[in-house]
């Protein structure tokens, strides 16, 4: 039985004493603990070792206080283990050099068997949840067909990632071809990590506000809602699609027990457009963690207002930003723990 299983019970609907909080991207980004650890191990060697993924993952739980801890890993191990070379490149990101472009470009991927070729990140959560030893709940996760195709055509970061939606625009067949591919894959994937313990999944489609709301649906809900429904009876699902808040009724009819939200958008907005069946979770800016703590701690308070306490996670509206100062993220995270409502 998990000690602290404030998160898993807001996600079902249930009353708590309060409102729960982590942080997107809380491990391997800001805490000097993980810095150290960067400069003897390469990126894919920290999330291919179980006991160094597993260190990195509990850092922020005994460090900052969180309420949920998150695997370390990467979205982009998927298209790895599809037979993409992916490397991460120090100050650059991630670059793939051998993008998926044309039909005969599909010959070099494949939905893998993911017990063989993501069974380091099984072995992984089953360490983690450990060495929990049910302290707080596991969040596995994945990131969403459309944002992975991002990458996979793309070949790196983009603002716009003009190239992979010309490649959806003008091959639509294949891109289909593609997604379908990487959402099967996903499904077995994140199935994997809930059998290895994961206790919550989320999906990340970071890049699912670049499209239109027709082309959401088309390129990219139409994916996520096969794979919430394919994990329905085995795991709860957060779905985060950075944003894409126009699409928030149509993610809530996903069935999905939590959405994320940037903080692009009012919280009373989000709450009308999702409807009172799901939990929220955002939506506080991540650069604001780099205000002064006073000003943290009262637009924290003001966030804990606006959404009230049942159905709501706080976090941050995108992943940590690797500058902010741990007393400030720690300062964040004791308002919402001492907050009363
Ligand atoms: O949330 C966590 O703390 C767990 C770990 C995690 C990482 N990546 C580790 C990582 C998670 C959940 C991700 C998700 C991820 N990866 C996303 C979706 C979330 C988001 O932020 O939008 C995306 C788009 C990626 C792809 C990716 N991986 C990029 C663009 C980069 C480079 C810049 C960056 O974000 O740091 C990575 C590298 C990466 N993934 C690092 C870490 C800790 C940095 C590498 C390093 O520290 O050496």
Redesign the pocket.
Known sequence: MLQNDLLLRTLRGEATERVPVWM??????FLPE?RAL?EKYS?FE?CQTPALATEI?IQ?VDIVGVDAA???????VVPQAMGLEVQ?V?SK??ILPEPILTQADLARIRVPNVDETLGYVFDAVKLIKQELNDRVPLIG?A?APW?LLC?MVEGK?SKTFDKAKQFCYTQPKLAHTVLQMITDTTIAYLKGQAKAGADVV?I?D??GGLLSPTDFENLSLKYIRQIVAALKEEVLTIVFA?GAFNSLDAMAATGAAGLGIDWCIKPQLARKLAGNNVTLQGNFDPAKLLAPIPVIVEETKAMLHAFGKGRYIANLG??IL?NVPVDHAKAFIDTIKNWQG
């Open positions: 997107m991207r809380q491990a391997g980004r993980y960067r990126f920290r993952t922020p998150i695997l370390f890993s990467d979205i982009l991460m120090e990101g991630p996760f990131g944002t990458y970061g989320q990340f970071s890049w950075k995108h992943g690797p």
